[in-house]
């Protein structure tokens, strides 16, 4: 059993449309990195070019905001559920 | 129908702030899965940097929003700007200009979906979501015209073939909703 | 205040409940709420702020009826196409209760109109498409200090929360600093 990061479906593409992914780590970060090694395209989406996570994504540990524990350095344990939350603003309009 | 669930989730809470009772659903976002049918809620916290309503605000009054959300995208490589009158064609111009070229090549770069609702007969699908025009099988010589749903992708994938070395390139302006209107009265609009 | 006797009637299941009673629906009928677009959402809110007697609704929206919105947007039938949404969903939301003040601005929210706009309401409900507008509300909610009801969708998934500064709670700055890059954005 590994950790569960829930993808929105913003970014289901870039994983193959599924809704979660399942991945090993000991922490935000770790779990991150097994799923952007996994599915490449995903990680310009998530991430700014310092490593940050992008300023319109929030990252819930276990339903908290990992801004306020550790960040990407926050532990996570076997179990733990991620979301990944963008922003949306919609709206059902197809694009142009 | 995903809005009638929310936006009746959102009446609730309006209600209940009239008739301050309950537990608002303030501090908690709730979010809401239709294929999965399930509900979440995540914890939202004031945030004492936050630039509005935080400690040391910098924002104490409305600014220019249109400003404020043209973020362009970081790190991005985007493709060379062009004069994008050269390449658009009109609906008319388009099918004209195609029915006299014995080397064009006709692209749709919308995706799959959008190709299944409609799409001019004798094109190719390129999606643009995963376009790339050294694999588009695309070549030197032909003679690429480029539609998508109402212009705007098809000028991005001409942008990312003309940065490629491609050099006959048009779009279609207005894209197959246009096309629609103007051209092939048979097609149904989306 | 006071209700009338259709009104009584009308509202009787409400006045039974001792969460809702007679004071509360004279706390219902006394509320002015202004919704943020007439369309998805706006539909199924405005039609049941309404129903529930509501006193006083206003609607923001510059969109007419499309075709392709006939779908989602139920407030608004196949004749309403063309027409302002604003105007067929307050007819809509009249045609359900005619005993309540239903308000249209047929225009686009913008920095010079909406502070004296929020200045005639209670509560705002956010239902609108957009960064840019959704930033202005939240902003002008606050500078106002009135709580914000935000509603956003996006394919499958929805996201409901109350902004509420005034009473300690977050703004929607502090769930989302900054909007997407335009390029990432479907419009």
């Given amino acids: 059993m590994g950790v569960v990061i829930e993808i929105p479906s913003a970014l289901k593409q870039y994983v193959n449309n599924q809704d979660e992914v399942e991945v090993k780590g000991g922490s935000v970060e770790e779990a991150f990195g097994a799923l952007c090694s996994e599915y490449a395209e995903l990680k310009s989406n998530l991430f700014d070019e310092n490593g940050k996570i992008r300023s319109f994504i929030n990252v819930y540990l276990n339903d908290d905001d990992i801004r306020y524990a550790d960040g990407l350095k926050s532990e996570v344990q076997d179990g733990d559920s991620i979301q990944i939350v963008p922003s949306v603003a919609g709206g059902c309009k197809t694009e142009k | ?172 302006n207005g894209g197959i909703d246009l096309w629609a209107e103007e051209v092939d009265f048979d097609m149904p609009q989306y | 205040m006071s209700l009338n006797n259709e009104e009584i009637n009308r509202y009787s299941r409400h006045l039974t409940l001792p969460e809702v009673g007679m004071a509360g629906q004279l706390e219902l009928k006394e509320a002015r709420v202004l919704m943020i677009g007439a369309g998805g959402l706006g539909s199924p809110l405005g039609m049941y702020l309404g129903a529930v007697g509501v006193g006083k609704i206003g609607l923001v929206d510059f969109d007419v009826v499309d075709h392709t919105n006939l779908h989602r947007q139920i407030a608004h039938t196949t004749s309403d196409e063309g027409r302002p949404k604003v105007e067929s969903l307050r007819d809509t939301i009249l045609a359900g209760n005619p005993n309540i003040e239903v308000v249209i601005h047929d225009t686009r929210l913008e920095r010079e109109n909406v502070l004296e706009l929020f200045s005639h309401y209670d509560i705002i409900a956010d239902g609108s498409d957009n960064f840019e507008t959704r930033y202005l509300v939240n902003d002008a909610a606050y500078f106002s200090k009135k709580p914000l009801v935000s509603a956003s969708i996006f394919r499958f998934q929805g996201q409901i929360t109350i902004f509420s500064p005034e009473t300690g709670g977050p703004c929607y700055r502090c769930l989302y600093s900054e909007p997407p890059p335009a390029a990432l954005v479907p419009s």
């Avoid at chain 2, 008319?92 to 006709?106: I, S, T, Y």
């Avoid at chain 2, 390129?126 to 790339?132: A, G, M, T, V």
């Fill in chain 2, 1 to 172: 129908m995903l809005p009638g669930v929310v936006g009746l989730i959102q009446a609730t809470e309006v209600i209940k702030l009239i008739l301050e009772g309950g537990v608002p659903l303030i501090g908690r976002l709730l979010l809401y899965d239709a294929m999965k049918m399930n509900f979440k809620e995540v914890r939202v916290r004031k945030d004492p940097e936050c630039v509005l309503c935080g400690d040391n605000p910098s924002v104490t009054e409305l600014i220019d929003y249109k400003a404020f959300c043209d973020v362009p995208l970081p790190g991005a490589e985007l493709p060379e700007d062009i004069d994008e009158a050269a390449y658009g064609l009109s609906p008319q111009e388009f099918k004209d200009a195609m029915d006299q070229d014995p080397n064009a090549v006709l692209v749709d770069v919308r995706e799959t979906f959008e190709w299944d609702i409609c799409h001019i007969e004798g094109a190719q699908l390129l999606p643009l979501s995963s376009f790339d025009p050294v694999k588009s099988g695309l070549g030197p010589d032909d003679s690429i015209y480029l539609y998508c749903y109402k212009g705007k992708r098809g000028m991005l994938a001409l942008k990312e073939l003309k940065n490629a070395g491609f050099k006959n390139l048009k779009n279609l």
